[in-house]
């Protein structure tokens, strides 16, 4: 596996290039019984343990988030084309980790770099949104078919300082040609 982008010193068109070259295995597509515990969990701050030690290895925990899938019911399982089991995700399997900006307003663009070395680039497709937690707002990235990242707060906090400084009636931030304002959503 390739070591993690510095997304400081690249270009758009090179993080494009490297978000396109991420491929991921067709979790989707596989449909094996239960088979039940990994005796794995994803801790709030993005560590991921096994048996109770954390992994160590960034290059495993990498492999693992390759197949990871949520299901329709919200649990969390780690899938291949003959098994699935079950792994305990205290808030978010990711964590939004660098933030690169590029643009301004509605030509702005933003792309996250999560914990395990991925890139998203927040848009119609990857949604930002924000809940009110008890230590604060709570920002999450949508990554991929249901699973989403928490922003780490200092990438929250330019995230926030973008907002203020728009210029738009309600705070919030472009990304791709989306709006995200940077409120909590209203409870359904």
């Not at 109770?52 to 780690?78: C, K, N, Q, W, Y």
């Not at 991925?118 to 008890?134: I, K, N, Q, T, W």
Request: hydrophobic fraction near 40%; charged fraction near 25%.
């Amino acid at each position: 596996m390739a070591p993690s982008p510095d997304l400081s010193s690249l270009s758009l068109a090179e993080i494009v290039r490297a978000m396109e070259e991420q491929k991921l295995p067709p979790v989707s597509q596989w449909n094996p019984s239960h088979c039940g515990d990994s005796e794995m969990r994803i801790a709030r701050d993005g560590t991921w343990y096994h048996q109770g030690s954390p992994i160590g290895r960034l290059a495993m925990v990498r492999l693992f988030s390759t197949i990871l899938r949520r299901e329709p019911d919200g649990r969390h399982v780690l899938v291949t084309p003959v098994e699935k089991l079950d792994i305990a995700v205290e808030d978010a399997p990711f964590v939004a980790t660098v933030l690169k900006i590029e643009g301004e307003g509605r030509d702005g663009r933003l792309v996250f770099q999560l914990n395990t070395g991925d890139l998203v680039a927040a848009g119609p497709d990857h949604g930002l949104r924000f809940e009110e937690g008890e230590d604060g707002p709570r920002p999450y990235l949508h990554v991929r078919d249901g699973l989403e990242a928490l922003i780490a707060r200092p990438v929250y906090y330019e995230l926030a300082e973008r907002a203020l400084a728009g210029g738009d009636s309600t705070p919030g931030v472009w990304s791709n040609g989306a709006f995200f304002p940077l409120t909590a959503a209203e409870p359904a």
